[in-house]
């Protein structure tokens, strides 16, 4: 019966937060803060702001402990995919460079660029004349006064 007891106990853990016992000389609580609280919750008193305060600071510094070490994990097993992510990253880029290269080279040779205007005087003109204004419509100004008997 005691060996029932005994898994039982330590499935549950802590009754205050229920995290795991650790090395606690109680079988029931993580912590002296938290048998403290739990006692004071059960007699219905309410216990200082500074136990209180330190229960809490303690729980969140084992959260975080137990969130950081999970990404660490995380991150040391992902090291060695990133670096042959960023190797490959690299290699693609240095062989695009001069594909890239050539390419801006037959564009430039492609005639793909502006025109020089013309340089004879009548096809000048003729080409100002084509490409004179080509602007939004002229609005007419306001008169400069107003009518004293209006604008009939």
Known sequence: MTDIIELIDQAIGCHWCGGPLGDSPSPD???????RLWAASRVQVTPEADVLRAALARAREQEAERRLEA?????RGAAPVWRQLVEGVAQAFASLVPTVNAMAECLQHA????PAPPTDPKMRALHLRRHRNTGPDHRPRPPRTIHARGTR
């Open 29 to 35: 609580f993580c912590c002296e803060v938290h048998q």
């Open 71 to 75: 990404a660490a994990v995380v991150l």
């Open 111 to 114: 005639g793909l660029a502006r």
